[in-house]
């Protein structure tokens, strides 16, 4: 008496990716699977877990079809996750047999299109540009160039970043050769420099031309990722504010492609690229800690 039964509860999920950036996704619509920040820490571990950048649940929504939430790899929840939403989107799509879904995020309700070319089209909403929004710890009026700069400093390596936030926080610096910049090295730095009181996703990106972009991440929580939607997007937000490029531009990240357009009118940001499931599988109970496994 007062021993608890073994009843371990196998729970499972989908391996997907946008880009090479990769998620498992786990389906939580029809059951409450606790998924606390060393379970989520260990599912993301690609030495002793399943491995990913970013853990997704699907939750159920009373706004939307579902509702996404989104766990970095550090196990710290975040409020956008545009490759993410590429994944979800494919799958909600195909499971209502319509191309039209929207998606509720921490954030805001996401609007998508996923098409028969399999591409699928979110609209990320408007970027948020004031400083306190991105949020940053001192006041800039204008956030298109801010001051900040790493390395020495009078010959600093990055300087003069802008910064957005697409709901989650960014600074793009724009330089001459992207792959020439340590980002390994330098990302985690300016990802907990004080300006930035939540943290931020860091990128470098160097124009090729007004309709292009080349773009590498270093993403908060993460480290660096084969691609980051949302830094797509902060990057053709940024580079259109500077005069550099066009509202509608392809970023080629490491990964592969997205093109991006901050339209007109409604300032909205529309992101369009592919997404892929990679596997399906069944959770290990360890991974979910000792309340999952029935100890
Ligand atoms: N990979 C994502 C962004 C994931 C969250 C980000 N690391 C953050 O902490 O804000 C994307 O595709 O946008």
Redesign the pocket.
């Known amino acids: 008496m007062g021993l608890k039964t073994m009843s371990a509860t196998t729970h499972s999920f989908r391996k997907m990716n ?1 880009l090479g ?1 990769d998620f498992v996704v786990i389906d939580r619509r029809h059951d409450d699977l606790s998924l606390p920040a060393d379970a989520v820490r260990a599912i993301a571990d690609r030495a002793t877990g399943i491995g990913c ?2 853990l997704i649940a699907l939750d159920p929504s009373s706004e939307a079809d579902v509702f996404m939430r ?1 766990w ?1 790899a550090d196990g ?1 929840e ?8 590429r994944c979800v989107a494919g799958v909600v799509a195909g499971e209502l047999g319509r191309p039209t879904v929207t998606i509720e995020t921490e954030d805001q309700v996401l609007g998508a299109y996923a098409g028969p070319d399999g591409l699928v089209t979110i609209d990320m909403g408007e970027p948020r540009l004031a400083w306190d929004e991105i949020p940053l710890t001192e006041e800039f009026h204008d956030t298109s160039c801010i001051e900040l700069q790493a390395g020495p400093i009078d010959a600093p390596v990055l300087h003069s970043p802008g910064v957005v936030s ?5 600074a793009i610096f724009f330089v001459d050769d992207a792959e020439a910049i340590d980002l390994g090295r330098i990302g985690p730095m300016l990802e907990h420099h004080p300006l930035f009181p939540e ?1 931020a ?1 860091i990128s470098v990106a160097r124009v090729l031309d007004e309709g292009h972009i080349r773009l590498r ?1 270093w ?4 480290g660096l ?1 084969r ?7 902060a990057s053709a937000v940024a580079a259109v504010r500077r005069g550099l490029t066009d509202r509608k531009v392809t970023v080629s990240l490491p990964g592969g492609d997205l093109v991006i357009e901050w339209r007109e009118g409604d300032g909205h940001v529309l992101m369009t690229g592919p997404y892929a499931l990679d596997f399906e599988g069944t959770l290990p109970p360890e991974l979910l800690g000792s309340e999952a496994q029935g100890v």
């Open positions: 946008g950036n950048d970013q989104i970095n710290g975040v409020a956008a996750c545009g490759n993410a939403a697409m709901g989650n926080p960014h943290r996703n991440t993403e908060r929580g993460a990722t691609a980051c939607g949302t830094a797509a997007c």
